[in-house]
C-alpha cells in the first residue's frame, strides 16, 4: 500500500513537471499610456494573480514618480521650497542617481529639471501656447533647471535641491524603469520567457512561444498611419525610440518640436525623425534614446560609437528615410530597415 501511494505520488509530480507553460498575453492601462505583456508562464501561476503583481508594481511606481498626481513623492518634493534633504524612497532616490549619470555622460543631453522650458513652449500641461517664447522668456526658464541642482544621498535615501525653484520630471525615464520593474517581478515568480512593453519600451527576456528571439517593430517616423520601418530580433535587451512626429506643433509655417534642448532653451532641429537604442536595461535605453534624440545625428553617433552602444537614427529628408547606424545594431536587426519612400 505504501508503495502503491508513493507511485502514485512520483507519478503525479512527473506529469506535473511535463506540464508545458502556457502563453500569456496581459494588456491595460499605465501612466498615461498602455502596457503589454506576453509571456510563457509556469504551472501554478495563474493569471489573475499575474495581473495583479503586474498593477501592484505600476501602482507604486505612480506614487513615486507621477507628475500628475499631487500626492505622488515627486510631486512633494517640487511642491517644497526647501533646499533641506527630503527622505523618499530607494526606489526614487536610486532613479534619479542613475538619471544623473547619463546626464553628466550625454553633456546635459539629458535634464530631468527641464519642464520649464517645456511648459514654456506649450508641450507642458498647460496645453500650446500662441506665439513662441521670447529670448528674455527662455533665459528666465534656463534659469530654473539643471540637473546639478537635484542632489541625490543614497544612505538614507533622501533628495535636496541647490535651487529651491527646481522642478524633477521623470517623464522622460519612468516609462523604462516601469519596464525593468515589471520585468524583475515576472522573474521573481519563475517567468523567465517573456516580452513586457509600456509606451513603447521593450523588454525582452528568454525567447518566445517558437523558440526564437522576440520580434519587435520600429515605426516609420512619420505622423501618418502606423507602419514597421525595421523588425529588430531582441533576445535578453531592452530598446527604446525617441522621436517627435508625432508631439509637435507648427507656427507661422515653422514646426516646434516637443523635444527640447535643455543648453540652449530651444526645440531640437536637427535631420533625426526618430532615434533607436539598444541596451542591458530598458532605463537606460530610454534615458539614452532621449539624450540622442537632443543630441542630433552627427554628436550622437559619434557618441554612441565612443561608448560601443547599439543606436540607430533614422534620418528623415521630406518624405525620405534613411538608417544611420552603429557596427554594434546591425546584429538586432532582422528585417529592413527600409530605405525607400
Same mark, same amino acid.
Not at 511606481?61 to 515627486?74: A, F, K, T, V
Not at 524633477?168 to 520567457?193: E, F, H, K
Not at 534615458?287 to 540607430?312: K, S
Given at each position: 500500500?505504501?508503495?502503491?501511494?508513493?507511485?502514485?505520488?512520483?507519478?503525479?509530480?512527473? $506529469?506535473?513537471?511535463?506540464?508545458?507553460?502556457?502563453?500569456?498575453?496581459?494588456?491595460?492601462?499605465?501612466?498615461?499610456?498602455?502596457? &503589454?505583456? %506576453? *509571456?510563457?508562464?509556469?504551472?501554478?501561476?495563474?493569471?489573475?494573480?499575474?495581473?495583479?503583481?503586474?498593477?501592484?508594481?505600476?501602482?507604486?511606481? !505612480?506614487?513615486?514618480?507621477?507628475?500628475?498626481?499631487?500626492?505622488? /513623492?515627486?510631486?512633494?518634493?517640487?511642491?517644497?521650497?526647501?533646499?533641506?534633504?527630503?527622505?523618499?524612497?530607494?526606489?526614487?532616490?536610486?532613479?534619479?542617481? +542613475?538619471?544623473?549619470?547619463?546626464?553628466?555622460?550625454?553633456?546635459?543631453?539629458?535634464?530631468?529639471?527641464?519642464?520649464?522650458?517645456?511648459?514654456?513652449?506649450?508641450?507642458? #500641461?498647460?496645453?500650446?501656447? %500662441?506665439?513662441?517664447?521670447?529670448?528674455?522668456?527662455?533665459?528666465?526658464?534656463?534659469?530654473? @533647471?539643471?540637473?546639478?541642482?537635484?542632489?541625490?544621498?543614497?544612505?538614507?535615501? *533622501?533628495?535636496?535641491?541647490?535651487?529651491?525653484?527646481?522642478?524633477?520630471?521623470?517623464?522622460?525615464?519612468? #516609462?523604462?524603469?516601469?519596464?525593468?520593474?515589471?520585468?524583475?517581478? $515576472?522573474?521573481? +515568480?519563475? @517567468?523567465? +520567457?517573456?516580452?513586457?512593453?509600456?509606451?513603447?519600451?521593450?523588454?525582452?527576456?528568454?525567447?518566445?512561444?517558437?523558440? +526564437?528571439?522576440?520580434?519587435?517593430?520600429?515605426?516609420?517616423?512619420?505622423? &501618418?498611419?502606423?507602419?514597421? =520601418?525595421?523588425? $529588430? %530580433?531582441?533576445?535578453?535587451?531592452?530598446?527604446?525610440?525617441?522621436?517627435? =512626429?508625432?508631439?509637435?506643433?507648427?507656427?507661422?509655417?515653422?514646426?516646434?518640436?516637443? &523635444?527640447? !534642448? #535643455?543648453?540652449?532653451?530651444?526645440?531640437?532641429?536637427?535631420?533625426?525623425?526618430?532615434?533607436?537604442?539598444?541596451?542591458?536595461?530598458?532605463?537606460?535605453?530610454?534615458?539614452?534614446?532621449?539624450?540622442?534624440?537632443?543630441?542630433?545625428? !552627427?554628436?550622437?553617433?559619434?557618441? *554612441?560609437?565612443?561608448?560601443?552602444?547599439?543606436?540607430?537614427?533614422? $534620418?528623415?529628408?521630406?518624405?525620405?528615410?534613411? #538608417?544611420?547606424? &552603429?557596427? /554594434?545594431?546591425? %546584429?538586432?536587426?532582422?528585417?529592413?530597415?527600409?530605405?525607400?519612400?
Amino acid at each position: 500500500m505504501v508503495r502503491g501511494l508513493f507511485a502514485c505520488l512520483v507519478f503525479g509530480l512527473l $506529469l506535473s513537471c511535463s506540464e508545458p507553460s502556457r502563453e500569456v498575453a496581459l494588456t491595460g492601462p499605465a501612466m498615461g499610456t498602455t502596457y &503589454t505583456v %506576453k *509571456a510563457l508562464v509556469p504551472p501554478g501561476i495563474e493569471t489573475a494573480t499575474l495581473r495583479v503583481a503586474i498593477d501592484d508594481v505600476l501602482a507604486r511606481i !505612480d506614487r513615486q514618480m507621477s507628475s500628475y498626481r499631487s500626492d505622488s /513623492e515627486i510631486s512633494r518634493f517640487n511642491a517644497s521650497p526647501s533646499t533641506d534633504w527630503m527622505p523618499v524612497s530607494a526606489e526614487l532616490a536610486n532613479l534619479v542617481d +542613475r538619471t544623473r549619470a547619463i546626464s553628466e555622460a550625454s553633456g546635459g543631453a539629458l535634464d530631468i529639471t527641464v519642464a520649464p522650458l517645456v511648459d514654456l513652449w506649450g508641450f507642458g #500641461p498647460a496645453g500650446e501656447r %500662441k506665439g513662441v517664447p521670447t529670448a528674455e522668456e527662455i533665459e528666465a526658464a534656463r534659469g530654473q @533647471i539643471g540637473y546639478r541642482h537635484v542632489e541625490v544621498q543614497l544612505e538614507p535615501h *533622501a533628495l535636496r535641491k541647490a535651487n529651491s525653484t527646481v522642478r524633477v520630471d521623470l517623464n522622460a525615464v519612468a #516609462p523604462g524603469y516601469a519596464v525593468d520593474a515589471l520585468a524583475a517581478r $515576472l522573474t521573481s +515568480r519563475g @517567468i523567465t +520567457r517573456f516580452m513586457v512593453e509600456l509606451g513603447g519600451e521593450v523588454i525582452a527576456r528568454g525567447v518566445n512561444a517558437e523558440g +526564437r528571439a522576440w520580434r519587435i517593430a520600429v515605426e516609420r517616423p512619420f505622423d &501618418t498611419r502606423s507602419q514597421p =520601418y525595421a523588425i $529588430l %530580433k531582441l533576445h535578453d535587451a531592452s530598446v527604446a525610440t525617441s522621436g517627435e =512626429y508625432r508631439h509637435y506643433y507648427s507656427y507661422e509655417g515653422h514646426r516646434y518640436s516637443h &523635444t527640447i !534642448d #535643455p543648453r540652449t532653451g530651444r526645440p531640437i532641429e536637427h535631420s533625426a525623425g526618430a532615434v533607436v537604442v539598444i541596451a542591458g536595461t530598458t532605463f537606460e535605453a530610454d534615458a539614452w534614446a532621449t539624450a540622442f534624440n537632443v543630441l542630433g545625428p !552627427d554628436e550622437g553617433q559619434a557618441l *554612441a560609437q565612443q561608448r560601443g552602444m547599439p543606436v540607430m537614427f533614422i $534620418l528623415r529628408d521630406g518624405a525620405r528615410l534613411e #538608417p544611420r547606424m &552603429t557596427p /554594434e545594431f546591425e %546584429k538586432y536587426v532582422a528585417v529592413g530597415p527600409v530605405v525607400r519612400n
